[in-house]
């Protein structure tokens, strides 16, 4: 990977800052922008509802972005629908999965909020959500994965890579036993898609959910992947245009699938423009992308320590390379907000404060929050001094 022209393509970076927040929110390069442009500009129309030149360019254009999107996570075409972010991607499956009093939804103790409040607003069906916790050092435990694993299981609802550590769990594995179990699998790739190779076959999960902000894409787009047979057993909750192919005063035929799931005017510039943020990483090869991420947090992590001995806690664990490329951590002796802050003010470096759409991680643990510096394929060697140059002056402010 060229740094420099990878740095090129971020206009934002040219202004001095250092971002570090990319878990929450990417960069968006040249090239997205110039495509959804392109839309806007030159056929700016309805893709599928217009009979003309412009309807058929934005048709031709929107159909390719879906084909883009399979073909980044190894899904066909039919198998993607769009959605608007990852969390409207799992409100889906909760509001259109028929479950029934007594079926029981199984995640972890760290998912982020779009992964735990739609279930837990099923319990008024009798649905129950139920907690795997995490070793001690907040990695998956299998042992009680599998004890947790009963025939009432009916949705296994688990984050891939934690937004609040950036610890990748065994999707694979986890899918085969509830596979085993007879349990369906929804995985939460916000944070795995955008900084790793996905292949849905090979793990074989049923629903993949995540977002388009995160992987250099627009805001506002978001995707679930369903295998073939699982969105057969999904009914829609959301009606309307688009979604239908017939209708009468007193009845309605739903289009297909992928269709009869995406209700009303879709974001045709935002999903024209996150294929191109597809093509774009394809073009770096995410194996380049997760060495200079593994590196990179590496430097990081080393800084933190040479802190000194509990001058800065790491949440999760001490291994940099089993955090993907996020790094949670608190000074001794300093408001996570506050050394946020201080950062930005001091080095212009941007970082997340706070408890990460995580609360009920951070409650149990009776943790306030953290800072969270978050890596990716736009950063480097330069970001991560400066960050440690901020640090440790902010340190002798304490």
Same mark, same amino acid.
């Given at each position: 990977?060229?740094?420099?022209?990878?740095?090129?393509?971020?206009?934002?970076?040219?202004?001095?800052?250092?971002?570090?927040?990319?878990?929450?929110?990417?960069?968006?390069?040249?090239?997205?922008?110039?495509?959804?442009? *392109?839309?806007?500009?030159?056929?700016?129309?309805?893709?599928?509802? +217009?009979?003309?030149?412009?309807?058929?360019?934005?048709?031709?254009?929107?159909?390719?972005?879906?084909?883009?999107?399979?073909?980044?996570?190894?899904?066909?075409?039919?198998?993607?629908?769009?959605?608007?972010?990852?969390?409207?991607?799992?409100?889906?499956?909760?509001? +259109?999965?028929?479950?029934?009093?007594?079926?029981?939804?199984?995640?972890?103790?760290?998912?982020?909020?779009?992964?735990?409040?739609?279930? %837990?607003?099923?319990? *008024?069906?009798?649905?129950?959500?139920?907690?795997?916790? +995490?070793?001690?050092?907040?990695?998956?435990?299998?042992?009680?994965?599998?004890?947790?694993?009963?025939?009432?299981?009916?949705?296994?609802?688990?984050?891939?890579?934690?937004?609040?550590?950036?610890?990748?769990?065994?999707?694979?594995?986890?899918?085969?036993?509830?596979?085993?179990?007879?349990?369906?699998?929804?995985?939460?790739?916000? %944070?795995?898609?955008?900084? %790793?190779?996905?292949?849905?076959?090979?793990?074989?999960?049923?629903?993949?959910?995540?977002?388009?902000?995160?992987? $250099? @894409?627009?805001?506002?787009?978001?995707?679930?992947?369903?295998?073939?047979?699982?969105?057969?057993? $999904?009914?829609?909750?959301?009606?309307?245009?688009?979604?239908?192919?017939?209708?009468?005063?007193?009845?309605?035929?739903?289009?297909?699938?992928?269709?009869?799931?995406?209700?009303?005017? %879709?974001?045709?510039?935002?999903?024209?423009?996150?294929?191109?943020?597809?093509?774009?990483?394809?073009?770096?090869?995410?194996?380049?992308?997760?060495?200079?991420?593994?590196?990179?947090?590496?430097?990081?992590?080393?800084?933190?320590?040479?802190?000194?001995?509990?001058?800065?806690?790491?949440?999760?664990?001490?291994?940099?390379?089993?955090?993907?490329?996020?790094?949670?951590?608190?000074?001794?002796?300093?408001?996570?907000?506050?050394?946020?802050?201080? $950062?930005?003010?001091?080095?212009?470096?941007?970082?997340?404060?706070?408890?990460?759409?995580?609360?009920?991680?951070?409650?149990?643990?009776?943790?306030? @929050?953290?800072?969270?510096?978050?890596?990716?394929?736009?950063?480097? *060697?330069?970001?991560?001094?400066?960050?440690?140059?901020?640090?440790?002056?902010?340190?002798?402010?304490?």
């Amino acid at each position: 990977m060229n740094a420099d022209k990878v740095r090129g393509d971020f206009p934002v970076l040219s202004k001095g800052v250092v971002y570090l927040d990319s878990a929450c929110m990417s960069l968006k390069p040249r090239q997205v922008v110039w495509k959804m442009n *392109e839309y806007y500009n030159e056929y700016p129309a309805c893709a599928g509802r +217009s009979n003309h030149r412009l309807g058929e360019a934005a048709k031709n254009a929107y159909e390719d972005a879906r084909k883009t999107i399979a073909k980044l996570i190894g899904a066909k075409p039919e198998e993607i629908i769009f959605t608007r972010n990852t969390t409207e991607a799992i409100n889906l499956v909760a509001h +259109s999965l028929p479950l029934k009093k007594g079926d029981v939804v199984l995640g972890t103790d760290k998912e982020h909020n779009s992964n735990l409040v739609p279930w %837990q607003l099923l319990a *008024e069906k009798g649905v129950k959500h139920t907690v795997v916790f +995490s070793k001690s050092d907040n990695t998956f435990d299998m042992d009680k994965y599998g004890a947790l694993l009963k025939k009432n299981v009916r949705l296994v609802s688990m984050v891939h890579t934690s937004n609040l550590d950036g610890v990748t769990n065994p999707a694979k594995e986890i899918v085969k036993k509830a596979h085993d179990n007879g349990s369906l699998v929804l995985l939460d790739g916000a %944070q795995s898609v955008p900084h %790793q190779r996905i292949d849905v076959h090979r793990l074989d999960v049923d629903f993949l959910a995540f977002s388009g902000h995160k992987m $250099l @894409g627009p805001t506002g787009t978001g995707i679930l992947y369903a295998r073939k047979d699982a969105m057969e057993k $999904l009914r829609p909750f959301m009606a309307g245009g688009d979604t239908v192919a017939n209708t009468t005063y007193d009845s309605h035929e739903f289009l297909d699938p992928p269709e009869m799931f995406e209700a009303g005017l %879709q974001d045709y510039a935002g999903f024209i423009g996150l294929a191109e943020a597809a093509r774009y990483l394809q073009s770096f090869g995410f194996e380049n992308i997760e060495r200079l991420e593994t590196n990179l947090n590496r430097r990081l992590t080393e800084g933190l320590v040479s802190l000194g001995p509990g001058a800065a806690d790491i949440i999760g664990p001490k291994d940099s390379s089993l955090r993907s490329s996020i790094t949670s951590f608190n000074l001794k002796g300093m408001d996570h907000h506050q050394a946020a802050l201080m $950062l930005d003010k001091i080095g212009s470096v941007m970082v997340r404060s706070g408890q990460h759409c995580v609360h009920s991680w951070f409650n149990a643990h009776g943790i306030k @929050g953290s800072v969270r510096a978050s890596l990716y394929l736009y950063n480097n *060697e330069k970001d991560i001094d400066v960050f440690m140059e901020t640090i440790k002056k902010i340190a002798k402010l304490r």
